[in-house]
């Protein structure tokens, strides 16, 4: 979608019979390169490890949408903001504590099989 933006926006400006406007060009094919890149990057991630984990990366990057909406656009997060992040963060920490839970349960799991191991080989 992004590579489109650009040459779709130039035939708005035929169509409507406007001049383009250059000085929006760099600031319209640097958000788009950025936007290309970011997802690349998430690709290249999603291949890598579980997608649970890259998921819950991406969603933390709410807070810096909140906190560059505030500084640079001077915009207040309403309520509808506010439960929308909390349907997606409360899941997440949900979902991060029970993976952890189960972590710690199967490594006192393996060790205790290590240690029945060890102490049949000693009887």
Known sequence: TNLAGIPVALLLVLIEDQPWQWDAFPV???SSLF???YA???VLAYRSIDSNKI???EYSGLIGAVVVGFIWFGEI???FM???TVMIVVPLIWLSKRERRKQKE???LQAQKEHEQQQAHVA
């Open 28 to 30: 319209a094919a640097g």
């Open 35 to 37: 936007i290309m890149i």
């Open 40 to 42: 690349a990057t998430c």
């Open 55 to 57: 998921a819950s990366a």
């Open 77 to 79: 997060p309403d309520i």
């Open 82 to 84: 506010a439960i929308g």
């Open 106 to 108: 199967h490594a006192q």
